[in-house]
């Protein structure tokens, strides 16, 4: 089988597979993009607007700028930030980095169980690999919601985050969580052996009919 005919099969494996399947895929993919470029590794996590200084932090990194140099600087790590306080990273701080990088691996299998899920034709694949990719959505979206959870209850009560608020890059980690455990429940709950809800809509025609 020629490379093309590989990819034509593909392709028609997913047109024939379950419409949930599809659905989650897509699901499943703008939840890693949102955890992987807009949350993780981005500086925005809290915000702190005080007279002429502007500062933001991110799980790493802390950035500020003031009136009379505005260009944003976040050559300084938080590790590097809180030293110079005479202070040590916080607990907390670790398990939030901990929790959101397990989130972080466990997103991109989501989105590999998923592809195994539309794309790829193995043995019962309508069972065990919609509850593999179910698993790999719940434990991601477990390990990203404790981790927002630990910042969001701890960040307020430290002094050197006093007068900070909450920004985007904490929100969108919240809802590439919410979206993983709607694409694990949509998968759970539209397994074939359970009564499916949803009605499988294969392409209107296969491509291997038309290379």
């Known amino acids: 089988m020629t490379v093309t005919e590989k990819l034509a099969s593909s392709i028609d494996t997913f047109c024939d597979s379950p419409i949930e399947c599809r659905a989650c895929l897509l699901l499943t993919t703008i ?10 590794g981005t500086d925005i996590w809290v915000e702190l607007s005080e007279g002429p200084t502007e500062s933001n932090q991110g799980l790493w990194n802390h950035c500020s700028k003031t009136l009379s140099n505005t260009d944003i600087t976040c050559r300084e790590s938080v590790t590097n930030f809180l030293e110079y306080r005479n202070q040590d990273v916080p607990g907390w701080l670790h398990a939030t980095r901990f929790f959101q990088s397990i989130g972080l691996l ?7 169980s998923s592809i195994f899920c539309t794309f790829v034709n193995i043995t019962d694949r309508k069972t065990n690999a919609q509850v593999a990719a179910a698993v790999m959505n719940f434990v991601t979206a477990g390990s990203m ?11 307020r009560y430290v002094t050197w985050l006093k007068g900070y608020h909450l920004s985007w890059s904490f929100a969108f980690s919240i809802l590439a969580g919410i979206a993983h455990l709607v694409s694990g429940a949509i998968y759970m709950f539209t397994l ?3 009564g499916n809800i949803f009605i499988s809509k294969p392409c209107r025609f296969h ?3 038309i290379v």
Do not use: R
């Open 31 to 40: 939840a890693w993009f949102l955890h992987t470029f807009l949350s993780y």
């Open 106 to 112: 466990m997103s991109l299998a989501s989105v590999v």
């Open 145 to 155: 919601l404790i981790g927002i959870s630990i910042y969001g209850g701890q960040y």
């Open 192 to 194: 074939p052996d359970s």
């Open 207 to 209: 491509v291997l009919d």
